[in-house]
């Protein structure tokens, strides 16, 4: 059974930084994604990257803020999130797919973590 551990969320000021963690277990499929979801919202995806971390993908609302990356052991995926602003406030989801390309789409994943609160205060 797929266990995705996320860590790394907590409460920061407007242009403060968070780093995420997420580590899965039981997979050798490591194909990890981002997700957020904010009160009242439809949870979208946030970044993800291809299984040899040549593509990357981000929504237009953290480019140049956020910053994908894995692990050397590519169990662990990090979401370096720089800039932050309120409208960042959200609880991040880890994500696993079953391929090693990179998908916005939340059909394409097939388990999630419980989450990691991220708030920024202005």
């Known amino acids: 059974q797929v266990q995705l551990v996320e860590s790394g969320g907590g409460s920061v000021q407007a242009g403060g930084s968070l780093r995420l963690s997420c580590t899965a277990f039981?997979?050798?499929?490591?194909?990890l994604g981002w997700f957020r979801q904010a009160p009242g919202k439809e949870r979208e995806a946030v970044s993800c990257?291809?299984?040899?971390?040549?593509?990357?993908y981000y929504t237009d609302s953290v480019k140049g803020r956020f910053t994908v990356s894995r692990g050397n052991s590519k169990k662990t995926l990090y979401l370096r999130m720089d800039s932050l602003k309120p409208e960042d406030t959200a609880m991040y989801y880890c994500?696993?797919?079953?391929?090693?390309?990179?998908?916005?789409?939340?059909?394409?994943?097939?388990?999630w973590g419980q989450g990691t609160q991220v708030t920024v205060s202005s």
């Open positions: 990257i291809t299984w040899g971390g040549t593509i990357t």
């Open positions: 039981g997979t050798s499929m490591n194909y």
């Open positions: 994500a696993q797919r079953e391929y090693p390309g990179c998908s916005r789409a939340r059909s394409a994943y097939k388990a």
